[in-house]
């Protein structure tokens, strides 16, 4: 079933916040993010916004700059591993291939004991 850019954002966050320690965080209006420990693994807009989504990528973030719809992300996060990506409505990425990105990133801003926990949960 293809989703829309809402319904999509929907679904990832709500899989996000299953995340060991994973919480929302809102620092500006038109932001509706995941964090874990209060340090943010995955930006995402608030409903109704054009589909975005930036996270820490330390091990696939130079194949996914590859992508049409990426980039390094603003105010100086790409130079510390962050992509952003920003398709358009026909372009979006799968669930599980947006799954497989906060995935990364969480494991690279949570803390161990937290990234043990999704690997046992996991396992």
């Known amino acids: 079933m293809l989703m829309n850019g809402d319904e ?8 996000g916040l299953t995340l060991p ?3 929302k965080k809102s620092p500006w209006p038109d932001h ?12 995402l807009p608030k ?3 054009p589909f975005s989504l930036s996270c820490k990528l330390p091990y696939t973030g130079s194949a996914a700059l590859e992508l ?10 790409g130079k510390s591993g962050w992509v952003s990506f920003n398709p358009g409505p026909d372009a ?3 669930l599980d291939q947006l799954k497989e990105w906060v995935e990364e ?3 690279a801003q949570a803390p161990r004991r937290l990234v043990k926990q999704l690997d046992e949960r996991d396992g």
């Open 8 to 15: 999509l954002l929907a679904a990832l966050r709500a899989w």
């Open 21 to 23: 320690g994973a919480h």
């Open 32 to 43: 509706d993010d995941l964090a874990v420990k209060d340090k943010t693994f995955a930006y």
């Open 47 to 49: 409903r109704g916004a």
């Open 68 to 77: 049409p719809f990426a980039e390094p992300t603003g105010y100086g996060l």
């Open 92 to 94: 979006l990425p799968t």
């Open 105 to 107: 990133s969480y494991r």
